[in-house]
C-alpha cells in the first residue's frame, strides 16, 4: 500500500495534510487573515474548560494571564473552570468579551480518576448549559502555559493534537491501549497518530459525541474493573481512529518544557510546564 504525505509549498519539511485530507497545523502553512475574515464575521464563542483539583489550582494564573496574551485573541472567550476550591482560582483581568465561570466539582484520592472524569463533566456541561451559549469548545490541560499566538486555524468541527512525545514515532510504538479486554483496545496494525489528551476540541455537537462516547467506553471499562493504559487519553485515541478528526494540531499546539524544539517547531504556541509529580498529585 501506498502511503503518501501531502506537503505545503512553504513547509516542505513536514507533511501538512493526513491521509483523509484534514490539515495539520504548523506555523507558516496558514493565512491568519485569510482565516480570521472568515471567522471574525461569525461572532463566535469559544467555551475553554479547565479542570484544577487539589494542588493543580496553582497552574491556573499563568494559565489564564497566558491565554489572555495568546488564546483566541479578539475572539469571544468563556473559560469553564471545574474545582473543589473555587476560592484559590485566581482573579485574572480579563479582556473583552471575556469570562469566567468556576464549576464547584468533587476531589479524588486518584489522579487517574480526575483526568479520566473529565469526559463525563465536559459532556454534562455541554448538555445542560452550552448547546445554546457556545461555537466551538476546546478542553486544556490546567498544567501548562500559552507561549505564543493560538488563534482561528485551529477551529475546526473536530481537532485533535498529536503528541510531543510520540509525534516522530511509528505506530507500533504508539502507547495504545494493548489489551483486547478494554474497550480503548487498539490493534498493533492499527492507528493513524498519537493524540495528547491535553487538548481536545470542536463544535460543540462533535465534542458532545466525542465526550459521551468516551464516558460511554470509560463506564464499561469500569464495569469490567479494567483502566486503560493512559484513562480518557487512551479512549480519545480509539475514538479518533474511527472517527477522524477534521483538523488536526501540530506538537505547537501541546508541546513539553522538558523537551527540546527541534527544527522543524518553528514555534511554540502551548506547552506542558514542569511539574513534580510526587509533590503534586494525590497519588503515585
Ligand atoms: C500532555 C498530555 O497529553 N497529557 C495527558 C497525560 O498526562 P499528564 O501528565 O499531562 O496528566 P496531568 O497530571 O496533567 O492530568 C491531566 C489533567 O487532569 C487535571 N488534574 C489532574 C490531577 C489532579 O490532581 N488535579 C487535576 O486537576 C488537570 O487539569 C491536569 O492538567 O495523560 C493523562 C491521562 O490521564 C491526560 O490525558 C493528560 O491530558
Ligand atoms: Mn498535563
Known amino acids: 500500500m501506498c502511503v503518501c504525505v501531502c506537503v505545503c509549498a512553504s513547509r516542505p519539511d513536514i507533511a501538512t ?22 471567522y471574525k464575521p461569525k461572532n463566535i464563542t469559544v467555551a475553554t474548560t479547565v479542570f484544577a483539583v487539589g494542588k493543580y489550582v496553582r497552574f491556573l494564573k499563568d494559565l489564564i494571564e497566558s491565554a489572555e496574551q495568546h488564546f483566541m485573541v479578539g475572539y ?11 476560592d484559590e482560582v485566581p482573579d485574572v483581568k480579563l479582556g473583552e468579551g471575556r469570562h469566567l465561570t468556576k464549576i464547584k466539582t468533587a476531589s479524588s484520592s486518584r489522579w487517574q480518576e480526575i ?5 463525563e463533566m465536559v459532556e454534562k456541561l455541554i448538555e445542560e448549559e452550552l448547546l445554546n451559549k457556545a461555537d466551538y469548545i476546546f478542553s486544556l490541560d490546567v498544567d501548562s502555559k500559552f507561549y505564543a499566538h493560538w488563534g482561528a486555524e485551529s477551529l475546526g468541527d473536530l ?28 490493534p498493533i496494525d492499527a492507528g493513524d497518530y498519537y493524540y495528547g489528551g491535553a ?33 480518557e487519553e487512551s479512549h480519545l485515541n480509539k475514538y479518533f481512529l474511527y472517527n477522524k478528526p477534521t483538523k488536526l494540531l ?4 501541546l508541546w513539553d518544557d522538558r523537551k527540546e524544539r527541534p527544527n522543524f517547531m518553528k514555534v511554540v504556541r502551548f506547552s506542558q510546564v514542569v511539574k513534580n509529580y510526587a509533590e503534586i498529585r494525590p497519588n503515585p
Open 159 to 186: 481537532v485533535g493534537v498529536l503528541h510531543a512525545w510520540l509525534f516522530s514515532m511509528s505506530r507500533h510504538q504508539f502507547t495504545y491501549e494493548r489489551r483486547p479486554e478494554s474497550q480503548a483496545y487498539i
Open 76 to 86: 469571544r472567550v468563556h473559560y469553564y473552570i471545574f474545582t473543589d476550591l473555587p
Open 199 to 231: 487538548v481536545i476540541g470542536g463544535r460543540l455537537d462533535k465534542v458532545l459525541r466525542l465526550v459521551k462516547t468516551c464516558r460511554m467506553q470509560l463506564d464499561r471499562d469500569r464495569a469490567n474493573k479494567i483502566e486503560a493504559v493512559w484513562q
Open 115 to 119: 483526568s479520566l472524569r473529565r469526559m
Open 250 to 253: 501540530s506538537p505547537e499546539y
Open 17 to 38: 495534510t493526513t491521509r483523509w485530507l484534514a490539515p495539520i497545523v504548523w506555523e507558516d502553512s496558514f493565512d491568519l487573515a485569510v482565516i480570521d475574515n472568515i
